[in-house]
């Protein structure tokens, strides 16, 4: 690692941490050269897939743009962060074991919503209304008596 005091490039490592998490370590460095101390971190390198949009442009996947969706959805419902960004992990897990280069931005709306029917009703009727972009009253209230038949169709199930 290349010395931010002098530049060199051979350096010792003295202490090796692991974050609370453990997805990041840091560790402390010394440099061979000057003496120099400093710290590096080190995180596993998660390869996500590009998000085609609407439109056609591409863009890197970000896992910030879900929760400031989720924290819309989600606002002054009984959703905590911690479920929001487990949430969140459980469409990273899914969209990298899709193995795909490229997926479209309804897959991950698709998802979400499919996420969210599963905690909150209102949270994923708030986000239904904005990803399916409603036209009038009409087709939001289909989206409702979709919630109540399915809920009808899993009651008539169950013994």
Do not use: N, W
Not at 64 to 75: S, Y
Not at 97 to 122: N, T, Y
Not at 130 to 156: A, N, T
Request: hydrophobic share 35%; net charge positive.
């Amino acid at each position: 690692m290349k010395c931010p005091f002098c530049g060199h490039l051979d350096d010792k490592v003295i202490d090796s941490r692991l974050s609370k998490d453990g997805d990041i370590v840091r560790r402390r460095r010394e440099c061979l050269k000057c003496d120099g101390r400093f710290t590096s971190y080190e995180r596993i390198e998660e390869i996500f897939p590009l998000v085609v949009k609407k439109d056609g442009r591409r863009e890197p996947f970000d896992r910030q743009k879900i929760l400031r969706g989720l924290e819309k959805a989600c606002e002054k419902r009984p959703i905590g962060i911690e479920a929001r960004e487990s949430l969140v992990t459980r469409i990273e897990r899914k969209l990298q074991e899709l193995g795909e280069k490229e997926i479209p931005s309804s897959l991950i709306g698709k998802q979400v919503m499919l996420e969210l029917k599963e905690i909150d009703e209102i949270a994923y009727v708030r986000f239904a209304s904005v990803y399916r972009e409603f036209r009038d009253i009409k087709e939001f209230m289909e989206e409702i008596k979709g919630l109540f038949s399915d809920k009808k169709g899993v009651k008539k199930a169950s013994p």
